[in-house]
Structure formats: structure tokens, C-alpha cells
Nanobody, 123 residues
Framework: QVQLVESGGGLVQTGGSLRLSCAAS????????MGWFRQAPGKEREFAAA????????YYADSVKGRFTVSRDYAKNTVDLQMNGLKPEDTAVYYC????????????????WGQGTQVTVSS
């Protein structure tokens, strides 16, 4: 069992930065692929970024590539999402998710989810 808790959301102006953090419980954290997804009002949950179990490979949606960076800290059992150059279209609830095996971009393939943290970017 893995429990995930996100933090770091908030209100920021266009062009600003935020750093989201996902704290994971469970001794098997290091074996899970971790993903960040987001869901805007009235839209489906979409992939934003992910990192595989050994942190060698990272993956990004085209919409965030070059602006967002995902990383993980095995000592702290955390996965962070550094978001720079934020745009109003980045406004959404951001979710951290974990899955066994390789990274995928499909939300339904993830086994564990956090409660989400709101990110609002004002224009």
C-alpha cells in the first residue's frame, strides 16, 4: 500500500513559479514509477510529467516540456514538480500518482493517487 500527499499548490501570476511536492509512505516507494497529472474544471485528467523508478528517465507532456521538471528523493520519499513560466492554462488540480512497473501517461494505469493540490495562475 502506498499513500500519497501533495503540497505546494497556490495562486501565482503568469510567468511565476511553484514547486509541488508529493510525500509517499510505504517501503516500496523506490520501486514505483511516479506521475503528475492535472485536471482543470470541466476537463478530463491529463498527464503532465512522470519519472521512472530509478529516476533515469523522465517524461513530459508537450504542453509543459521545457517549463516543468520532475524529480524524486529516495531518502525523503518525495517526488517534486518544479513549475516555471506558469501560464493561465496551467490552472488545475494537480495529482501525484504511483504505479508498479514502467511509466505510462494513462491515468487509469496508476494504482495510487493523492488528494490533489490546487494551482491557480492569474493573467
Amino acid at each position: 500500500q502506498v499513500q500519497l500527499v501533495e503540497s505546494g499548490g497556490g495562486l501565482v501570476q503568469t510567468g511565476g513559479s511553484l514547486r509541488l511536492s508529493c510525500a509517499a509512505s510505504g517501503r516500496t516507494f523506490s520501486s514505483f514509477a511516479m506521475g503528475w497529472f492535472r485536471q482543470a474544471p470541466g476537463k478530463e485528467r491529463e498527464f503532465a510529467a512522470a519519472i521512472n523508478w530509478d529516476a533515469v528517465e523522465t517524461y513530459y507532456a508537450d504542453s509543459v516540456k521545457g517549463r516543468f521538471t520532475v524529480s524524486r528523493d529516495y531518502a525523503k520519499n518525495t517526488v517534486d514538480l518544479q513549475m516555471n513560466g506558469l501560464k493561465p492554462e496551467d490552472t488545475a488540480v494537480y495529482y501525484c500518482a504511483a504505479k508498479k512497473g514502467l511509466v505510462t501517461t494513462t491515468p487509469t494505469s496508476y494504482d495510487y493517487w493523492g488528494q490533489g493540490t490546487q494551482v491557480t495562475v492569474s493573467s
